[in-house]
């Protein structure tokens, strides 16, 4: 193949980089590699080349379709120049209101702040919050520390009672030539419990959104089986920017992922699709669902009640997390809440960070 | 083994009764022709598992499959050694009186004693097609070890030596997306989604699957079939498998011509959620008296 075919197909690949695709190096040789077998002249097989070799995920596709369009047009014929901002789907970061952002003003009276303001720091409710007091409370989500549920394993392990284990102790005995030796035990074992966790984003929710985000971030770096979901008008599967170590790059990596900040909710039909895509598969069973919301439905509340009946059925437990329930006076009269409450394991508060510690305790013991 | 085009796959999966569009066949090709994983996603019953077993009936190759489950290890992927008749040769060695220890030692590490497990088993057949169903079940560690043995498409047993496919075998991988897979093992394959096929397509496949039912019925089965999956309501879509089981059940009762009371004795066939089963009596009502 000539040089000037494989520029084309790399710098196809940048543009399928810059609209979100994660493209590696690896990947665009195994493309090049792709189209050198089934040729050049055909668009359709190059087309189809790139879908096998580039993409892993359903979400992928989508993007590479459009990207594809974009960059060699319906016709056939490539364009001299990538259209790039076709290419990038539509986002907006994390909003800027919510004071944040990477570093941030690291102002003196942050520094000097006495314990008790620490304390008083720790029962405020999120939302209420200046930019300075968020920062001051971002550094505080460290010293939470959730331990993740468990669950018993389909493998053993050994252990001093329990049941015979059967094939270590005939081992042993083959190590004396078949003499019958100690008797070797096993128990089942332990292993982190799956954890789903559902993000309201909505309008309604927007000034919980960063706290709860960095409360998702600390559940998925204690425990490898944690999945993160945001949901509002659409599901945004998040899980990959929470593995991020740094919170404020996590934070930011979901923001770009997010296409439905401060939107609506419709929670009964994204629940619906989270169940269908991703829960009733499998990623729900036997797992601990976790939804923060604060129950405004703008949807059908009786679609919500039948969804979270059924992700009842799948899950282990299901926690609802509303951050106006530790308030004063509150009520559950939303009718979003009213639905989901009777398919709900506990109802809890979720405003401040200490609430965020009984949760964890919750879910611990879940 | 060669195949020339993806048209020549397409042929010779069709002649198998498996019916693919080009994008499928393409993937199937170039998976082929660069010895690379596939790895197939999917709606469940839309034939992934299916493929595997086509193209190792086209090739003419053994199918070697391996269930994938929560807390799958090597022992049950790669070899294992069986400790019962391993005990019993020693016993008959003793027997037999004053055996040499090394010898007896070394003769207890014999090919004989080698349980192979589908892995190796692949590797030793090969060329051969293995099938790695559901891999999103298995954890993390044995995709780990997975892609070890994919990337080098040999592996060693300390006991007896390294153990190398002559031809590496072809290899399928499929994943109902419980979880996301590691990216190190999706870049070592070749990523396909299969959707649920169209109109036409799915009437061919009912044809060549269930040569009994007749061209009506299948045409009639299918039309509801995807008008069910189109209404979006349903927890859990038919998938093409379903609609092969319902065309058969309503041809085993004799059904010419679907009516209420023949779809409503065979819905278990379609459905299997009691919501759903609600869902689709009153759907076909509407549907068979338009």
Redesign the interface.
Known sequence: MDRGGDELLLAFTRALRAAGVPVTHDRARGFLEATAVLGLDDQRATYLAGRATLCAGPDDLDRYDRVFTAFFGRDGLPRPRPAQSDGVPGFSGLPDTDGSGDGGPAEDDVVRARASDTEVLRHRDVATLSAAEKHRLAGMFATLRPRPPLRRTARHQRWHRGQVDAPATLRASLRRMGEPAEIAWRRRGVRPRRMVLLIDVSGSMSGYADALLRLAHRFTQASPSVETFTVGTRVTHVTRAMRSHDPERALVAAGETVPDWSGGTRLGETLRFFLDRWGQRGMARGAVVVVFSDGWERGDPALLGEQMARLRRVAHRVVWVNPHRGKDGYEPVQQGVLAALPHCDDFVAGHSLATFAELTEVVSRA | MVLES?DAVAERLGATGYLCD??LA??TY?AL??Q?PLLL?GE?GTGKTALAEAVAESLDLPLVRLQC???I?ATQALYDWD??R??LH??AL?AAGGADVTE?EKS?YDARFLLARPVLQALQESPAVLLVDEV??AD?EFEAFLLEVLSTYQVSIPELGTVRAATPPVVVLTS?????LH?AL??RC????IDHPGLEREVEIVRSRAPEVSAELARQVVGVVQGLRERGDL??PPGVAETLDWARALTYLGTAEIDLAAASATLGALVKYR?DADRVRHALDQMLRA
């Open positions: 993806p080009d994008a393409t993937v170039l022709r660069m690379r996603e469940p489950y929560e807390g290890d400790f019962p391993q005990i020693l016993r003793e007896a207890l999103d079940r993390d109902n997306r419980t979880r996301e990216d999706k870049r070749l990523y396909h989604w927890v859990k919501e």
